[in-house]
């Protein structure tokens, strides 16, 4: 029988790969709902390729553009409500949740909802509700599957352990485009330098949250709440290559640790057909080309935003979520260029400064504080 598929984010980086690891293996999936923001465009194409059954855009100017364009029999949505339906009402029995910040936190809640597994690829739903989330899809019982390369190697190491002798989890790190560069030198780095990852094919936010590290702070917080350790048993590790994706070390001194050449679509598709490993479209890892791997300690001076998302995720509460949406604003404000690549820490600094966070927050606490996080970062001036 196929697996029943929604991908919600069809049309970013992690979307586009989950379709193609789907698109190889056609006899084991069905795509019954796609989700995009504005990209309606691609949307469209997906649509004809696939065809779902409902396809999701961001507005109602995007769908009533696209409404026309659309296979016979494709139901067309639109907004949040849009999310919500093709999250939890096409029949999904397993939903890729690849959708970028807040915006697929109702979605992936309401998937949970309605029994379909998660492939959660959208850190900001843990980040901003781990306690929510986790504890829905426990009493729900639907398994939350990772798709990050970091998070599913920890995943992989630790099938069949007994959780209870994990001594720490330590996500590796390449440092990002600006790795071997001084911190004077980074008050000069244009957009076009931010966007060149040494390793990795990602979208423009991810791509500069790895060179201000901050994404691995977003990492270290989903680690938190998927495997339930507390941060001080969470360390990163510099790790130029990004050949080991992350490691746990066990309470024997052993420690495991899950290799692979930087191609997102193996945690995609580990996710997507756990227990099982199918045969992948990466490329295979031959270590001895690979040659030496280098592992180094971070430098929280270096990079303040990873020690800022500690501070946020061991103060716990709405901390993370203004952490997230403050750098969720930063980022777009650099890539427009309004601000220098520094500013974006600065950003950060300032709404974490200011905010009082509340401790065990609902979905209404969390949003208010979602929107004062945005709205003090869009108005931050040096």
Not at 105 to 123: P, R
Not at 160 to 175: F, P
Not at 348 to 364: M, V
Request: include cysteine.
């Amino acid at each position: 029988m196929k697996k029943k598929v929604a991908v919600l984010g069809s049309t970013g980086s992690i979307g586009t790969q989950t379709l193609d690891v789907i698109a190889r293996d056609p006899d084991a999936y069905e795509i019954v709902s796609l989700a995009a923001g504005t990209r309606s465009e691609m949307l469209v194409e997906q649509a004809h390729r696939f065809r779902p059954k409902l396809v999701s855009i961001g507005s109602r100017a995007l769908a009533d553009r696209i409404r026309h364009e659309l296979p016979a029999g494709t139901k067309l949505a639109w907004g949040e409500e849009g999310l919500i339906e093709a999250a939890a009402g096409a029949g999904a029995d397993y939903v890729v949740c690849a959708l970028m910040g807040s915006l697929g936190l109702k979605s992936t809640l309401a998937a949970i909802d309605a029994g379909a597994s998660i492939g959660l690829a959208n850190k900001e739903t843990l980040i901003t509700a781990g306690h929510i989330v986790t504890r829905r899809a426990a009493e729900r019982g639907v398994p939350l599957l990772p798709i990050d390369s970091e998070h599913s190697a920890i995943f992989q190491c630790l099938n069949g352990e007994d959780r209870r002798t994990i001594k720490r989890l330590i996500v590796t790190a390449s440092g990002g485009s600006f790795r071997d560069r001084t911190r004077d030198e980074l008050r000069q780095v244009t957009v076009a330098d931010a966007l060149k990852h040494p390793n990795w094919s990602m979208g423009a936010k991810i791509t500069i949250d790895s060179a201000t590290m901050a994404n691995k702070g977003l990492e270290v917080m989903e680690a938190h709440w998927l495997f339930g350790l507390p941060y001080d048993r969470i360390d990163v590790m510099l790790h130029p290559e990004s050949i080991v994706h992350s490691m746990v070390e066990f309470v024997d001194t052993s420690v495991m640790a899950q290799l692979g050449n930087p191609d997102m679509r193996v945690p995609i598709q580990y996710a997507l057909t756990y227990p099982e490993r199918r045969a992948s479209p990466a490329a295979p890892l031959d270590l001895l080309k690979a040659g030496t791997l280098h592992f180094k300690e971070m430098d929280f001076a270096r990079y303040p935003c990873l020690k800022m998302a500690y501070e946020a995720g061991r103060a716990g509460g709405t901390a993370p979520t203004v952490f997230s949406a403050a750098n969720e604003v930063a980022v777009a404000r650099f890539l427009g260029g309004e601000i220098p690549f520094l500013a974006i820490e600065d950003i950060i600094a300032s709404a974490l400064s200011a905010h009082e966070t509340i401790g065990d927050p609902d979905l209404g606490a969390i949003a208010l504080a979602d929107a004062e996080a945005r709205a003090a970062a869009a108005a931050w001036r040096e």
